[in-house]
């Protein structure tokens, strides 16, 4: 501690401020102004020395203070804008000569005289001063200390990471939750309208996801699996914004703006049922096949088959027609067999049916009725007529009649052997041609033998 020469001392009034109880020296004020506390007590601790707007003029060993500046011997130890620096943690870049540090909602001021005052804002901010009274607080952790200070908390789909004092406290997106965007992709989960528990989860009352492309181009989505395109469903404008379905490379389903829908696929199939068991399946040229067991068709109405060529109800066993089986059409045929089909049912094209086989055999296991609303059945050969009955001749007659002039009516027995012959002239003769009676007698016979 510097020491006074005694010579420079000399008696002077002073101040001294004495405890009456026990007479100790608590303060002494100097005429100069300097007072010096003897520090038992907070009233009267320390050393105040007065601010002065002049330096003294011996300055050698003296302590003064002059404009808010501490000086000793003419060096400053505070004050004049020199004493604040601020630098970052490791000193660069720094800015000295600093009187005052404004911070959010506080200052840091050097007020001259070496003091640093830190001044807070007040009101609900939490503190006082020339700071934003307004002012509101986000912190960690409940510190007591602050009246308007609200705790940080990670919500659904956040993590909330803090380094400690000193470094950072970060939020980032939980990918497992939410959906993150890295670059112009999304990751993580997709949600809209609530949480999600799928890779994309939409809620609303009536959910709509868009894609919109400019015009003339195909707006649409895809599915992949582990980086593979396996499905794109697409719209293409190309083909009158029709609605189509592809694998990675191959148009399949399209759907029309009409509804019509279309397999593009040769051979391909329309497939039901849990075991794929009812199958509509392209020939791989222009036909169908329906592979079902059964089938029925129900109609309220008719059931129309129309085919530019012929219509083929094939079975393993019999096609039954279980009501009325009509041909619609003058002149058609119903035809028969394997083949050429030659058997044939044929309208005449009025009201008649010609019936062609090779043979024709009727077989009935109970009787055989021949009905002719005009009673007259004819017998022809290759379409020409060859005997006729008229079982509804005048009088009560049944006529027989040869149609082809001068044959004859022969009755033969089962062997093929000639019993009685009929001549074109009206006789009856025998295998040898011998006459067995006249016309007459033939007559006589024959109506004895039919009617008794």
Same mark, same amino acid.
């Given at each position: ?27 002494? +004020? ?14 009267? =601790? ?12 011996? +300055?050698?060993?003296?302590? &003064? ?5 501490? &000086? &000793? ?40 005289? *070496? ?9 609900? @901010? *939490?503190?006082?001063?020339? @700071?934003?009274?307004?002012?509101? &607080? ?136 849990? *075991? ?18 059964? +089938?029925?068709?129900?109609?309220? @109405?008719?059931? $129309? ?55 024709? =055999?009727?077989?009935? $296991? ?27 001749? $005048?009088? *009560? ?56």
């Amino acid at each position: 501690m510097a020491q006074f020469e005694r010579s420079k001392l000399k008696k002077q009034d002073v101040i001294v401020l004495r405890d009456a109880r026990n007479n100790e020296i608590h303060k002494v +004020i100097f005429p100069n102004g300097i007072q010096v506390g003897t520090g038992d007590n907070d009233f009267n =601790s320390g050393i105040i020395i007065p601010n002065s707007s002049d330096t003294p003029e011996d +300055i050698t060993d003296s302590l &003064y203070v002059v404009g808010g500046t501490l &000086y &000793y011997n003419g060096t400053a130890f505070a004050g004049a804008g020199t004493s604040l620096t601020v630098e970052e943690s490791d000193g660069s870049p720094s800015v000295s000569s600093v009187s005052k540090i404004k911070v959010s909602n506080g200052t840091l001021t050097d007020d001259g005289s *070496g003091t640093v005052t830190i001044t807070t804002g007040g009101g609900t @901010g *939490g503190g006082s001063g020339d @700071g934003d009274s307004a002012a509101q &607080y986000v912190v960690l952790a409940t510190t007591g200390s602050l009246s308007g200070e609200r705790v940080l908390t990670a919500g659904t789909g956040l993590d909330l990471a803090d380094a400690g004092a000193g470094n950072t406290a970060t939020l980032t997106i939980d990918n497992d939750v939410v959906a993150t965007v890295s670059g112009t992709t999304f990751t993580g989960n997709v949600g809209i309208g609530g949480s999600p528990s799928t890779a994309l989860h939409v809620l609303a009352e009536d959910p709509r996801i868009r894609a919109e492309a400019t015009a003339g181009n195909h707006p649409g989505f895809e599915l992949s699996v582990a980086g593979t395109r396996k499905w794109v469903i697409y719209n293409d404008p190309d083909e009158s914004d029709n609605l189509n379905i592809k694998n990675d490379s191959t148009d399949l389903v399209f759907i029309d703006q009409t509804g019509n829908v279309k397999l593009r696929r040769d051979s391909s199939a329309l497939k039901m049922g849990v *075991g794929n068991d009812i199958t509509f399946t392209h020939d791989g040229t222009t036909g169908l096949v329906i592979a079902a067991t059964p +089938i029925s068709i129900n109609s309220t @109405g008719n059931l $129309t088959l129309d085919s530019t060529t012929d219509i083929v109800l094939s079975g393993s066993s019999a096609v039954r027609v279980e009501n009325d089986l009509y041909l619609d059409s003058d002149s058609c045929v119903f035809r028969m067999g394997d083949g050429v089909r030659d058997p044939t049912f044929t309208h005449d094209g009025l009201t008649g049916l010609v019936i062609a086989a090779t043979p024709i =055999s009727i077989d009935s $296991t109970g009787g055989l009725d021949l009905s002719s609303t005009t009673g007259d059945i004819n017998f022809q050969d290759g379409g020409t007529s060859q005997l006729a009955l008229d079982m509804d001749g $005048t009088a *009560g007659e049944i006529i027989m009649q040869l149609k082809v002039d001068s044959d004859d009516l022969v009755i033969k027995q089962y062997d093929g052997t000639e019993v009685v012959r009929f001549t074109d002239g009206g006789n009856v003769e025998d295998a040898e041609g011998s006459i067995i009676a006249g016309c007459d007698t033939v007559q006589n016979i024959l109506a004895a033998q039919l009617f008794g």
